[in-house]
Nanobody, 122 residues
Framework: QVQLVESGGGLVRAGGSLRLSCAAS????????MAWYRQAPGKQRDLVAT???????VYADSVKGRFTISRDIAKNTVYLQMNSLKPEDTSVYYC????????????????WGQGTQVTVSS
């Protein structure tokens, strides 16, 4: 079974920074894509940023220039550096792993973390 554990969320003032981490564990051989999504109360879950195995990145327009996604392939870990935070960034942030190859369960299409709360005060 693949598990994703996020950390690094918290309360920060507008203009501040936070760094989220997400570590994937289990009998993992490789992960094609890792991503961050976020979901505010009463709203749908939206993509924040994604990074491929080769390092290609995609960002939501709302975070371009402020957030940076990166990953450590060897550690099966993805990071999200969030700068110049705004109150509208307040959400639960979820880690996602897509295309996970394992030694015990074969190919797992998608796996989610439990989420970490980010609150930005004005």
């Amino acid at each position: 079974q693949v598990q994703l554990v996020e950390s690094g969320g918290g309360l920060v003032r507008a203009g501040g920074s936070l760094r989220l981490s997400c570590a994937a564990s289990g009998s993992i051989v490789s992960i094609d894509t890792m991503a961050w999504y976020r979901q505010a109360p009463g709203k749908q879950r939206d993509l924040v940023a994604t990074i491929s195995f080769g390092g290609s990145v995609v960002y939501a327009d709302s975070v371009k220039g402020r957030f940076t996604i990166s990953r450590d392939i060897a550690k099966n870990t993805v990071y999200l550096q969030m700068n110049s935070l705004k109150p509208e960034d307040t959400s639960v942030y979820y880690c996602n792993a897509g295309g996970v190859r394992t030694t015990t369960q074969g190919y797992i299409y998608r796996s989610w973390g439990q989420g970490t709360q980010v609150t930005v005060s004005s």
